[in-house]
């Protein structure tokens, strides 16, 4: 048997530990059985290697052979990705459908790009120029809006002896570097290692936020391009329906939608769903800008965390290129528990509720790929990665682990509350218990790009829920009569702010994403009539005059009106002037 060649030794489920590989290293990729299905090498102990297996293991048994690839789990990175739909491990869904039919044959191979498709490399270098890597070296138009960078791959360096506009496949050569060791072709498509991070020459300070149309989001706990967040919540709180928002709205020029472990219906959704929608910006269909990584819950567990990593590699990929870029990944509990199951089959000693005692450093090792970059190559362009998470706590407990785990390395907590979807609030962030550590940078930004009164609206906004919440208790021992009118008062602000600003239909054209402008002009209507209604109130003025003024519905609907229309903003805050003045005192 020859160093490349092993066999198999034991079978668990998609653990399959093999003998004779001379040589192999940790998470360097196989191929297990007369089949030759996809292994990752996880645990080496004295001569045998423990292999996860991305496919079904049914019929694998001992003495069957195990061959070496020698390079680790890797993607193909090049023009191509844009409007793809991937599995776990890279495989293009697509492909396989109509090689395979719908279900997806073990063993089943395909390029990941696609080697018939022809793309055309305008060079952006000439032939005598000294480059390094990440630097520029030609573009290829891939989708009606993005423009796929082709750039000098990492650990080259030299002078460029021959480019020029070509057209062809991803393995077309497009240029010729002579370096040090001898001359490099470099083509469209390069392959990176999943496990590894991209270099960047360092990270920035997170400045610019990064708005998703979601008012509970951008107005209180908003995250900023290259900022981390975590969405918990318990099973029907609407988790997916948020990520699948963020997805759609965010001002991210490339979106990468990860679906790990979700239910099949609901990946069904968004496969359906990406290529009907419009891009908001260029009316363009959004699948023209995204990414989408498909690895449900009936697919091989082994392949969830391969997915997340993955999706993160093709993410910092098009950061390179210098775009912004959101990651959805949903859901990181999923990938615990693939995890847990691995561990389980090492016999490797369990942490709190049987997670791997690892599952702190593999998620942050996760989490820390974010970031707001300065890139590789001369031309100091910047980019940034986003990353957004969904955790699907057992029984809604954040208390657990994964949770934990999670919000100690990301920066946003967008905790969604079971009590609030039950009452058909949605989206369903309770504003008392979430947070964001990028609020100051947003508030400081919003002061100076959109109103100096930013900041200020959201505090006082804020300070009345919070109001509103203190004394709830009162109001079910009392009643809501035995409160000074003040107070009742302050209750009918804060009603109005949960059901008129932060409640949020989806799948309303007109409600489902609100620009910067308009939520700050929305939030500042519901608070001029409070402060008008307040010395109203002072002067003799009833509160049931005050709560009955025909101006309240359309304050209500003020959350529909147009976004080329906001000045109507400013007749709604005039006529709630005039009406509040005209009461009788």
């Known amino acids: 048997m020859n160093n490349n060649q092993g066999e198999v030794v034991k079978v668990s489920g998609p ?10 290293r940790m998470y360097e990729m196989v191929r297990v059985g007369e089949m030759r299905l996809f292994g990752e090498i996880i645990e080496i102990r004295g001569g045998d290697c423990s ?20 390079e680790a789990l890797s993607v193909e990175l090049g023009p191509g990705l844009i409007r793809s739909i991937y599995d776990g491990v890279q495989r293009p869904l697509n492909d396989l459908n109509a090689k395979f039919g719908d279900f997806i044959v ?46 000098v791959p990492a650990g080259v360096e030299g002078k460029i002896t021959r480019i020029g506009p070509v057209t062809g496949n991803v393995d077309t050569r497009v240029a010729v570097i002579e370096t040090a060791n001898g001359p490099v072709d470099v083509t469209m498509v390069q392959r990176w290692p999943v496990r590894v991070g991209r270099p960047v020459k360092r990270k920035l300070p997170p400045t610019v936020p990064m708005t998703t149309g979601q008012r509970v989001i951008d107005m209180f706990f908003p995250m900023t391009q290259g900022g981390t967040a975590c969405v918990p919540g318990p099973f029907g709180s609407g988790k997916t329906v948020v990520q699948h928002q963020l997805a759609k709205w965010a001002n991210a020029q490339i979106i990468v939608y990860v679906g790990c472990g979700e239910r099949g219906n609901e990946m069904t959704d968004v496969l359906m769903e990406f290529p009907e929608l419009k891009d908001p910006d260029s009316g363009e269909p959004l699948m023209e800008r995204t990414v989408l990584i498909a690895n449900t819950s009936n697919m091989p567990v082994a ?65 820390e790929r974010a970031g707001n970059v300065l890139c590789l190559g001369s031309d100091d362009r910047a980019g940034s990665l986003s990353l957004i998470g969904a955790v699907s706590p057992p029984g809604g407990d954040f208390s657990e682990p ?24 949605f989206p369903a962030i309770n504003w008392l218990t979430s947070y964001s550590l990028y609020q100051e940078a947003v508030d400081k930004y919003a ?67 609100t620009s910067l402008p308009k939520q700050f002009r929305l939030l500042n209507l519901i608070l001029h009539f409070y402060d008008e209604a307040r010395p109203a109130l002072a002067q003799g003025v009833s509160l049931s005059a005050l709560q009955g003024l025909d101006v309240l519905e359309d304050v209500a609907r003020a959350k529909l009106i147009p976004e080329d229309n906001l000045n109507e903003f400013d007749r709604l805050k005039e006529r709630i002037t005039q009406a509040v003045a005209a009461l009788p005192r």
């Open 402 to 425: 994964v949770v934990q785990a999670t919000l100690r390395v990301v920066k946003v907590f967008w905790g969604l509350d079971d009590k609030l979807a039950f009452a058909r609030h």
């Open 15 to 24: 653990l399959v530990v093999a003998r004779g590989l001379a040589g192999a």
């Open 447 to 513: 002061n100076e790009h959109l109103d100096k009164g930013w900041q200020e609206t959201r505090q006082r906004a804020m300070g009345i829920l919070q109001r509103e919440a203190d004394l709830d208790e009162l109001v079910r021992l009392v009643g809501m009569d035995a409160l000074p009118v003040d107070d009742r008062l302050l209750m009918q602000a804060a009603k109005m702010i949960r059901e008129d600003f932060l409640h949020q239909n989806a799948f309303d054209d007109r409600d489902t994403y």
């Open 51 to 70: 292999i996860q297996v991305y496919e079904e293991t049914e019929g694998i048994g001992p003495g069957q052979p195990v061959f070496r690839t020698g």
């Open 303 to 367: 392949a969830r965390e391969a997915s997340v990593f993955t999706g993160i590699t093709i993410a910092e990929y098009f950061r390179d290129m210098g775009y912004s870029v959101a990651l959805m990944a949903d859901s990181t509990s999923r990938w615990a528990e693939a995890m847990r199951e691995m561990s389980g089959r090492l016999e490797e000693m369990p942490g709190e509720e049987g997670y791997p005692a690892y599952l702190s450093s593999r998620i942050a090792s996760f989490y």
């Open 106 to 151: 073990r063993g089943a191979e395909s390029p990941a790009l696609s080697r018939e498709t022809q793309w055309t490399f305008e060079p952006a270098a000439k032939t005598g120029d000294k480059v390094a890597s990440g630097d520029l070296l030609g573009t290829v138009q891939e989708s009606k809006l993005v423009v796929h960078k082709i750039m």
